[in-house]
């Protein structure tokens, strides 16, 4: 007989040091009050011929999960009719903690290795990766996780879909290996507005209209879809998503609201259920809504909670647990980078466009050669300056050769009689910095003189401190670099149709303010030759 283990750290263990008695092999079928308390009647699910065994206590505290004690509510109320009084409300709020299953399974060949082990061993999860983007007209944020698949589980799961032999060859002819295959968990925010009731049997049934989180399951999948991509993975999403369009969730919420009064919730904020006094919930049935993450550390507060205004309303109002002298405040590791995703979104809004660029003089004195880029198509619409993120490489003959380089370069600025306006940093050979200043200037519409002056850039090159004369150069880009520069631009999104949806938006941007920016007419000959006598 294998030795008895015991896991220390959770309070069970410190129950039982104090004498509370464990009870296992035991199904709760029914509550019912009883002597100023309650009555828990409960079977043997291994022993169905064992009869009922029962517990009476003045203070009941269901802890059995939201789906389980809900239900067991629900019959108390309904069925078996021993609380009658309890809330209408009762199963509303049903959340699922937005939560989205895929499975991966890892394949071996060109791209990937073998895996290194049995990848259902070990811990359940290992990475947590934060999503925060734009979908639809709104948003959406989630974690995506990654998931071991016990061998158990994986029997039971394949226990419940039909055809199992077939399902089985079919595996064999695919060459899948259950030893590749690993889940990928995404969690958001979703509608909360599930309702729990019970079947003809008696059992918990979920009525949910989930159309108000597509935008989330949208999202979830694609990312679990690239994320697979990445990894060299199959992505197989399960029948009842592929079918049925319905997901699966590990975080089962809410279905006990909480409220002041039995008009608006089952049980108090201490977790007491209205009407009677000493039945308390102590679960995630309680939770109002999608926590977003595993919520089991949110649970177990709010069950601290609950606890502590209990002993207080015994009789001892300042009452403090002990242990709170030897708590000290963690970080949330979700927080950071929660909010760089937002930032990062609110950075990105629209989506974004890359291109590349080279100009050079004629006697290749100077070349520029340059990688732009747009972060947020929104921002950069909004902002009368147009700015664009300029990195690239410069040579100046006698100065710099393949110096890095970076800056601004400012499209169809609003209010100054410009096309482009560039300004460009770099460091010469002896690490001294410099300045570039250039500009492009439209004279004409006339289409040929408005491609030449749209490809034509008037640069200034000079030191930062002054040290060196100012030196002017004409810069062009000719025509097989213009025709690199058009198959360069690259939208930037999650998606396709966001990328040439944002690609799009630069083009007519483009186009509308090359058509309406003012033109600047060159110098009449007479000014050119009054210019040329003062010379």
């Excluded at 949910?208 to 989180?213: D, E, G, H, I, M």
Aim: glycine share 8%.
């Amino acid at each position: 007989m294998a030795p008895r283990t015991r896991l220390t750290p959770n309070y069970l263990a410190v129950a039982e040091s104090a004498g509370a008695q464990a009870v296992t092999d035991a199904q709760v079928d029914r509550i019912e009050q009883r002597g100023g308390g309650y009555a828990v009647i409960a079977s043997t699910p291994t022993d169905p011929q064992a009869g009922t065994r029962e517990w009476v206590a003045p203070r009941v505290v269901l802890a059995a999960g939201t789906v389980a004690t809900t239900e067991m509510l629900l019959r108390a109320r309904d069925v078996h009719r021993t609380l009658p009084g309890l809330s209408r409300r009762l199963g509303e709020g049903f959340s699922g903690n937005g939560d989205f299953l895929t499975m991966a399974e890892l394949r071996t060949g060109r791209r990937t290795a073998a895996p290194p082990a049995d990848l259902r061993t070990g811990p359940t999860i290992t990475t947590t990766s934060v999503m925060d983007f734009p979908e639809g007209r709104g948003s959406v944020w989630f974690q995506v996780q990654d998931g071991a698949i016990p061998p158990a589980l994986r029997d039971l799961l394949d226990t419940l879909i039909p055809g199992q032999r077939v399902h089985s060859w079919w595996n064999g002819v695919r060459g899948r290996d259950p030893r590749n295959t690993f889940a990928v968990l995404a969690m958001g925010r979703d509608s909360a507005n599930g309702i729990l009731g019970l079947d003809e049997d008696g059992d918990a049934l979920l009525t949910w209209r989930t159309r108000w989180q597509a935008r989330l399951h949208r999202s979830q999948l694609r990312v679990s879809t690239v994320l697979c991509r990445q990894l060299g993975t199959r992505v197989r999403n399960p029948p009842n998503w592929s079918l049925l369009r319905r997901t699966i969730t590990v975080h089962a919420l809410d279905g006990v609201p909480e409220g002041p009064d039995h008009e608006t919730g089952v049980v108090d904020a201490a977790g007491e259920v209205h009407g009677y006094p000493g039945l308390l919930v102590m679960d995630g049935s309680r939770l109002p809504a999608a926590a977003g993450v595993n919520p089991s550390a949110t649970i177990l507060a709010v069950a601290e909670q609950s606890v502590e205004a209990v002993i207080r309303r015994s009789g001892q109002p300042d009452w403090r647990a002990p242990e709170w002298e030897a708590v000290v405040a963690a970080a949330v590791p979700e927080d950071a980078p929660f909010a760089a995703m937002a930032a990062r979104r609110a950075a990105t809004a629209g989506d974004g466009v890359l291109f590349r660029e080279r100009m050079r003089t004629p006697d290749d004195s100077v070349v520029l050669t340059l990688g732009a880029q747009v972060r947020s198509i929104d921002l950069f619409l909004a902002d009368p300056a147009h700015p664009i993120t300029i990195v690239g490489e410069i040579d100046v003959r006698g100065v710099v050769s393949n110096a890095p380089t970076e800056g601004t370069l400012s499209l169809f600025p609003d209010g100054r009689a410009v096309a482009m306006a560039y300004a460009l940093r770099f460091r010469d050979d002896a690490d001294q910095p410099w300045e570039l200043s250039g500009t492009k200037t439209i004279r004409s519409r006339v289409p040929t003189v408005l491609l030449h002056d749209l490809t034509t850039l008037d640069t200034q090159i000079h030191p930062v401190d002054g040290g060196h004369p100012e030196s002017r150069h004409v810069l062009s880009i000719e025509l097989p670099d213009l025709a690199r520069l058009g198959a360069s631009l690259r939208g930037q999104g999650f998606t396709r149709a966001r990328r040439v949806h944002a690609l799009a938006r630069f083009a007519g941007f483009f186009a509308r303010s090359a058509m309406s920016t003012p033109a600047t007419p060159p110098p009449t000959k007479r000014r050119q030759r009054v210019d040329a006598t003062r010379g």
